[in-house]
């Protein structure tokens, strides 16, 4: 069952390599890799939590805020780039008794609706994997298009 700190294992700072498809919704696209950093910091006695994500090689910047509901005892996940300005709709979902987080949710990409869900696995002292789909198809088929090795910054 989720807790209000379910994202403690992200505070503080990583190394990031991001493997993005060339195209969100075709799954026969290529990929493409850059790295960035980020860094997270706790809110609300660690029941919210804030990252910025650098991408220096590409001039833009991202942000997640995230929100433990402790009646619904599950996690909104709230994305913003400066490279649009606005807040994407969320995602919410919860982790699981085998570590793994999964979150859902419902956005447009080219004008199109999509099913979006992200995932958390992988996750230790030293590393952590998130990784984002898209279904168009009603969850039937997700292309994974987005996926983000972390690897803790040493001290």
Do not use: Y
């Not at 075709?26 to 804030?50: Q, V, Y």
């Not at 910047?61 to 400066?82: C, H, I, M, Q, Y």
Request: aromatic residues 14%; contains cysteine.
């Amino acid at each position: 069952m989720s807790t209000a700190h379910d994202f403690d294992f992200f505070h503080g700072e990583w190394d990031t390599l991001n493997r993005q498809r060339t195209d969100f919704l075709d799954p026969d696209s290529e990929w493409k890799e850059f790295p960035a950093t980020n860094r997270c910091w706790p809110l609300f006695d660690g029941a919210a939590n804030i990252d910025e994500m650098d991408v220096p090689g590409q001039d833009w910047k991202g942000l997640t805020l995230r929100l433990f509901d402790p009646v619904a005892r599950e996690w909104s996940l709230n994305w913003s780039s400066s490279r649009s300005g606005r807040l994407f709709p969320p995602v919410l979902g919860r982790f699981g008794a085998d570590g793994r987080g999964a979150f859902h949710g419902d956005d447009t990409h080219d004008g199109k609706d999509v099913r979006v869900r992200f995932l958390w696995s992988g996750i230790s002292a030293t590393t952590a994997r998130w990784e984002q789909a898209f279904s168009v198809d009603g969850e039937r088929t997700w292309v994974t298009n987005w996926i983000m090795e972390f690897s803790r910054r040493a001290c």
